[in-house]
């Protein structure tokens, strides 16, 4: 999905810059090794596509085939997120994987995933899960319902929040209005209390739930997609997902 250009401010930006400044609209698809601005590769036989997606910096990725990649250059040099190199599954701007998607909130049964990323600890960049939804069965323009972000790790980004137990887990939650497109919505960021590397079997639908129970979610609307990737403000070079699935 594009991104927003969010700045690094005192409470992990806690106001979304209005400015939309890239789409996936013009990607196109590279089977080799390298994956360059305006690429998508796809692997596991299409359930899965990987892209840059670079909004003001320069980001290229590598693959060799897994359900993954390797940030090999990044351009990314701050104040503000420039880069979200990212694994996808669903449909987003026209470009979509294998899969049932979008699929209705109501429908999506009991979606888990596994997460896992190589940190270097060095720049400023998050490594995280991107969820967005419609209210209609969105595949071609800007999600409008809602956009869920949880955060693994978080080097240099100042989080803040409401402390809250998400499935036996402690999360801090944030929440505040962004638009782009002409569309205006809630996103909804969980940050883990302790910053990690990995999650495996997580389970989304709690988090759809609260999300439901302050209104910023409805269960008749649409799961357009998921991302699973590192918001870079400032470098980025060696980060690695290692792996990403999503049962959804």
């Known amino acids: 999905m594009p991104r927003l250009s969010r700045f690094l401010t005192g409470a992990l930006a806690c106001s979304a810059a209005s400015i939309v400044l890239a789409s996936t609209a013009s990607a196109t698809t590279t089977t080799g ?10 692997v596991s036989n299409g359930d899965y596509g990987i892209r840059s997606d670079d909004f003001g910096s320069l980001t290229i990725l590598d693959n060799n085939g897994e359900r993954g990649f390797t940030v ?10 420039t880069a979200y190199p990212n694994i996808f599954r669903g449909w987003q701007w026209g470009v979509g994987t294998n899969g049932a998607w979008p699929v209705k909130v109501s429908d999506a049964g009991t979606p888990q995933a596994d997460f896992s990323v190589r940190q270097t600890w060095k720049g400023t960049y998050d490594a995280s899960l991107d969820i967005w939804f419609s209210t209609y069965p969105n595949k071609t323009t800007q999600a409008n ?6 955060f693994l790790s978080h080097p ?16 801090y939650m944030n929440e505040w209005k962004t638009k782009g497109h002409g569309v205006t919505w809630p996103l909804i960021i969980f940050t883990h ?3 990690i590397s990995s999650v495996k079997g997580l389970k989304l639908n709690p988090f759809f739930r ?15 997609g998921i991302d699973a990737g590192f918001e870079l403000w400032k470098g980025g070079e060696g980060l690695r997902v290692t792996n990403f699935t999503v049962n959804s």
């Open 193 to 195: 209390a302790t910053q």
């Open 156 to 171: 240099h980004v100042f989080t803040a929040g409401k402390k809250i137990r998400v499935d036996g887990t402690d999360w």
């Open 145 to 150: 319902g809602a956009e869920i972000m949880i």
């Open 210 to 224: 609260i999300a439901e129970a302050h209104k910023w979610l409805k269960p008749s609307w649409y799961w357009t």
């Open 33 to 42: 090794t390298l994956i360059e601005p305006h690429n998508n590769k796809y």
């Open 72 to 81: 090999t250059t990044s351009t990314a040099n701050g104040p503000r997120v």
